[in-house]
């Protein structure tokens, strides 16, 4: 079964347009959920989410964690070709042995046309 | 970027030959991963690295085998390779376990099994 959705799967937009990207998650012993941005190569590190309700900010890039909805958004205002990428949601949880688990979604591909 | 390197960074091989997947880092970081992309499935960990000799299993870990004789080198190796082997793969490393610090990735090795 999917434990962390993305959605959508993949998003065209207008330079210049704010976007928000979803991923909710169903997992048994949450810890921490991790945005990371993955252009032709290794996804680089965004954000990192423990705390409901507390924005994490950076530039024009944000995001926000529902610990009791299960979901988190990535919203991205006045968007630039160079935040076409596939963004990648993740989320750490504590296994049956003990031992913590990081499990990512599938992605949201994004496309900024000029 | 943190400085992890792997190589080969491309690779075709043929079915039923051995091949040995390098990750390289010089952060002195304990922990290390190895994790492969696919569509539609996102990033998979098949094997984990806490410490010099310690490994333990990830969720897609058959066919697979891994060692770490130093801190900075981690192997993946597939004893016998097979088509559904083919896939691109991740190097990731973390200064420690918590479900509270990222994971920085490597650039990826792109292997073709024919």
């Known amino acids: 079964e999917d434990k962390v959705v993305q959605s959508p799967l993949s998003l065209v937009v207008h330079e210049g347009d704010t976007v928000t990207l979803n991923c909710s998650y169903e997992v048994t012993n949450f810890r921490s959920l991790l945005w990371y941005k993955q252009e032709k190569k290794a996804p680089t590190f965004l954000f990192m989410l423990t705390s409901s309700g507390i924005e994490k900010k950076s530039g024009r890039l944000s995001s926000i964690l529902d610990k009791k909805e299960l979901f988190s958004i990535l919203n991205i205002t006045a968007t630039q070709t160079g935040d076409s990428a596939v963004y990648l949601c993740?989320?750490?949880?504590?296994?049956?042995?003990?031992?913590?688990?990081?499990?990512f979604g599938t992605g949201t591909r994004l496309t900024i046309i000029p | 970027d943190a400085g992890i390197t792997q190589s080969p960074r491309h690779k075709v091989t043929e079915t039923g030959t051995p091949v040995t997947l390098r990750c390289h880092q010089t952060?002195?970081?304990?922990?290390m991963y190895w994790y492969r992309q696919d569509p539609g499935h996102g990033l998979r960990l098949i094997h984990y690295?806490?410490?010099?000799?310690?490994?333990d299993k990830g969720e897609v870990s058959d066919g697979y085998s891994v060692s770490r004789s130093k801190t900075e080198d981690f192997l993946l190796t597939l004893e016998s390779a097979t088509s559904s082997q083919t896939s691109v793969y991740f190097c990731?490393?973390?200064?420690?376990?918590?479900?509270?610090?990222?994971?920085?990735f490597g650039p990826g090795t792109r292997l073709t099994v024919l």
């Open positions: 990731a490393i973390s200064e420690y376990p918590s479900s509270y610090n990222e994971q920085f």
């Open positions: 952060e002195n970081h304990r922990y």
């Open positions: 993740a989320v750490y949880e504590l296994s049956n042995f003990g031992n913590e688990k990081l499990t």
């Open positions: 690295s806490y410490g010099v000799k310690d490994t």
